[in-house]
Every structure is written in C-alpha cells, then in structure tokens.
C-alpha cells in the first residue's frame, strides 16, 4: 500500500517502489534521496540534484512543484548553485522538500511518471554528469570521537598507561581544518612534501611524505547557523544537522608526527580532504539510529542528550595500485563505533559562542572499531608501519603509493533497500619535483 507523504510522518510512512527502477542494493533507494551539485556536458551550469536509483532528478526544472507553506516563497532554493540555501531554511523545509520528491517519485504517482516532456527535462543519467561539491564550505572542523582510533594513536606514541588525554572521556576533541583543500570524490591529490624527522637523533629534513595515510571519516554540513555568542543548546542541535558525507581525511603521518605538538595538525593534514558528492538527509537515517555510547564518566550537562542519535552505517575502505585489477578492501568499520555524537560535536563546537553557518562542514574523525579490520586508518592497520596490509596477489602496503587509488563506500542496510552515500574516492599523484 502506498501512502501519501501530507499527513503520514515519514518514519511510519509505507513508500516502498519509485517508478524509477532501483535495484535492491543500489545505495539510492526511495528511502534515500540524497541532495547533490551537478552539471552536465550540454549544460555546464551548477545545480541541484536528488539521486534516485541510476537517475539524477534536476530540481531546479521541478523547483514550481514545491508549492507547500515552508517552500512555496522559497522555491528559488533549487536554482542555486550549491545547498547553502536550501540548508539554512531549516528543518520544517528540509521534511517538506522529502514529502514532495517522495511522493512525486513514488509508483502511484503521475505528475512526473506521465509526463514524456517533464520527464525528459529533469531526468540525467548518472553517468552523464559531472558531481560537485554540494555546498561552499566556510569552515571545516575536524574532531577525534572515536574511542578506539584515540586508544590505538595513543599507545602507539604515548604508551598504553597514557593512551587516552586526560580531556577526551570528557569532551569531543577537535581541531580547525582547511576548509579550501576540500574537494569532491574522484579528484586527484598530489603526494605533499614538508619538514619531518624520521630520525629523533638527526636534524629535522625536507621530503616528500612517505607515510601518506587516508583516514576513514563521515561528516555532517551544518543547516541553519547561530549568532556570534549565543550558543546552540544540544536539545536544539538536530534542527541544525542537515545530511551526512563520506569523508577521506588525507594525512601525511611523517610531516604530522614532527609539528603536531604542541597545536596540532597543520601541513600533515592541510593538503587534502575528500568527500561524497552526495549528502544523506539525516531524516533518511533515522530508521538507522542506534542507543549512543555509554558515556563514562557523564559528561557535564550542556553535552548530555538522552535521545540516541549514533547510526548503524556499515563502512568499507578499498584500495587499488597501479598493477592491480581490482580494488582491496583494507577496512570494514561502522558508524555506530562512534563514543562523541553529532548532536554533542555541534554542541560543544557552539558553547563559547561560537557562530556557525549554513555549509560549515564538521567531520567525525577516524571512524575504527575493537577489531583490528574495522581500524580507519593504514596508521592503525600497519600498527605505524610494523605490520604490512595485505591488498592480494603479493602486493602489500604500509602506507599509500604513488598512482594508489582509494574507495570509501557505506551504506545503512534496510529490509530489501539500502540508504548509500555513493563513493568517496581518489588517486595519488606523484610529488612535484623537489
């Protein structure tokens, strides 16, 4: 039985077929409709698309069908060359906007499904597009919330007794990244070079990173901001969470191990950072939402949420060398591992005052679980470069090759669909020339 989406809330809704065809393990289900920037060969214009099985649905030719009271003023959202503006509209947009493309791409609905012309104009095979970053991202913040990945770095450099910082049971840990070296998926990187110290005897030298490592992450772009020095409270942190990306955080460990102390990360991270084109509304992971982590010690009130908002997404890092046919997988992790949730990130990014906005991009961290083949990073997996990962057919890693092409993938799996966020991928370029 199919249902209307106007007066059925989504998560109790009965939509199971589009008349666009979706295969059972296609990560762009009904269920899904994920919100992309595209463009096309015979239309180089930047815009707005929702994918849906092997189709690309262009809103800005349907943008006259969002005719409900959050969206019927603010149509020209869907004209806009990324998702800023369509994400700072906030959560009463955001749900009717799902309503209306469910229901338009559902079977039993004739508006586009009958229409030659209509359909002709705002269909665009997948294959024929171009994907782009979805939104321009003022800022991007790079947290640490993995409990697993912080104990594996910590013994590695500090020993088992001092593994974890004395602050991270009691706060998510983060830092500010480059927002400008964000890229989308399947742009290509160059190998970085800098100042680094493999021997702790020897001066520091100049090279080209030979510890280049990807980093297992998801990320989430911020909706609606706040104002400079009015803190968002965690009871309101969902209405400011738009979607979910893939997220490869590229690091140079070789350049990182020598400068990260005492600030942190800077040219071993700055070089670099990958994400899926499309991003997953979070309403569309709500049938995925699993109890949070137990927290212990309780965090201090501003960060304490009883709502569980820590998501079952099951997660896949492949890699393929130059004389390799096909991809490895070297990981296979889960969302779920997660001890700090998007709600607490947000929460405590904003309760000194500071201003978010609408496009602000706020990433996980590497994402590893207890086992050693759900660890995120090459870092962990060659536990430093003591253990080679096995790719088959004798090739072996420590770390990233020149011409090494990697592939994130996840996806929610639901009864008979998956809610997917497409690949985020990318190859290594040699290092210039010194």
């Known amino acids: 039985v199919l249902l209307t989406l106007r007066i059925i809330p989504q998560q109790h809704c009965n939509y199971k077929m589009s008349f666009i065809k979706v295969d059972e393990t296609c990560d762009f289900s009904i269920h899904n409709l994920p919100y992309g920037v595209f463009s096309t060969p015979d239309n180089p214009r930047h815009r707005i698309g929702v994918a849906i099985g092997d189709q690309i649905l262009d809103l800005s030719v349907i943008k006259s069908l969002f005719t409900g009271p959050a969206l019927s003023t603010h149509q020209d959202v869907f004209s806009q060359s990324t998702l800023n503006a369509f994400m700072a509209l906030g959560p009463a947009a955001w749900q009717e906007a799902r309503r209306v493309l469910q229901k338009l791409l559902s079977a039993n609905e004739a508006t586009l499904r009958d229409d030659v012309s209509l359909r002709s104009r705002a269909f665009v095979h997948q294959s024929l597009a171009e994907m782009h970053l979805p939104a321009e991202i003022g800022d991007y913040t790079d947290f640490y919330s993995s409990r697993d990945h912080a104990t594996n770095v910590g013994i590695m450099f500090r020993g088992k007794e001092n593994a974890l910082m004395p602050n991270w049971l009691r706060l998510p840990v983060g830092y500010h990244g480059r927002a400008s070296s964000v890229v989308v998926s399947g742009t290509p990187l160059?190998?970085?070079?800098?100042?680094?110290r493999p021997d702790p005897t020897q001066p520091p030298v100049f090279s080209q990173c030979k510890q280049l490592d990807?980093?297992?992450?998801?990320?989430?772009?911020?909706?609606?901001?706040?104002?400079?020095?009015?803190?968002?409270?965690?009871?309101?942190?969902?209405?400011?969470?738009?979607?979910?990306?893939?997220?490869?955080?590229?690091?140079?460990?070789?350049?990182?191990?020598?400068?990260?102390?005492?600030?942190?990360?800077?040219?071993?991270?700055?070089?670099?950072?990958?994400?899926?084109?499309?991003?997953?509304?979070?309403?569309?992971?709500?049938?995925?939402?699993?109890?949070?982590?137990?927290?212990?010690?309780?965090?201090?009130?501003?960060?304490?949420?009883?709502?569980?908002?820590?998501?079952?997404?099951?997660?896949?890092?492949?890699?393929?060398?130059?004389?390799?046919?096909?991809?490895?997988?070297?990981?296979?992790?889960?969302?779920?591992?997660?001890?700090?949730?998007?709600?607490?990130?947000?929460?405590?990014?904003?309760?000194?005052?500071?201003?978010?906005?609408?496009?602000?991009?706020?990433?996980?961290?590497?994402?590893?679980?207890?086992?050693?083949?759900?660890?995120?990073?090459?870092?962990?997996?060659?536990?430093?470069?003591?253990?080679?990962?096995?790719?088959?057919?004798?090739?072996?890693?420590?770390?990233?090759?020149?011409?090494d092409e990697v592939y994130l993938t996840g996806y929610c799996q639901g009864s008979g669909y998956r809610v997917g966020f497409g690949v985020c991928k990318g190859k290594v370029l040699p290092a210039l020339p010194m």
């Open 190 to 196: 160059r190998r970085p070079q800098g100042q680094m």
């Open 214 to 403: 990807i980093e297992l992450e998801m990320a989430f772009l911020v909706g609606p901001g706040n104002k400079l020095g009015e803190p968002i409270p965690i009871d309101k942190a969902h209405e400011h969470i738009f979607g979910m990306v893939l997220m490869n955080d590229w690091s140079a460990r070789d350049i990182q191990a020598w400068e990260y102390v005492p600030l942190g990360p800077f040219l071993g991270k700055n070089f670099g950072t990958t994400i899926s084109p499309w991003v997953v509304p979070m309403e569309a992971l709500m049938p995925f939402v699993l109890p949070n982590a137990v927290q212990d010690p309780k965090p201090l009130p501003y960060l304490c949420h009883e709502d569980p908002y820590t998501f079952d997404i099951n997660l896949f890092v492949s890699v393929k060398g130059k004389a390799m046919e096909e991809a490895a997988t070297i990981s296979k992790s889960n969302f779920k591992y997660m001890y700090w949730t998007m709600k607490q990130q947000l929460a405590h990014h904003s309760v000194n005052g500071c201003n978010l906005r609408p496009g602000d991009l706020l990433a996980s961290g590497t994402i590893s679980g207890p086992d050693p083949e759900s660890f995120g990073s090459m870092l962990e997996l060659s536990w430093r470069g003591t253990k080679t990962i096995d790719l088959g057919n004798g090739e072996t890693r420590k770390f990233l090759e020149d011409g």
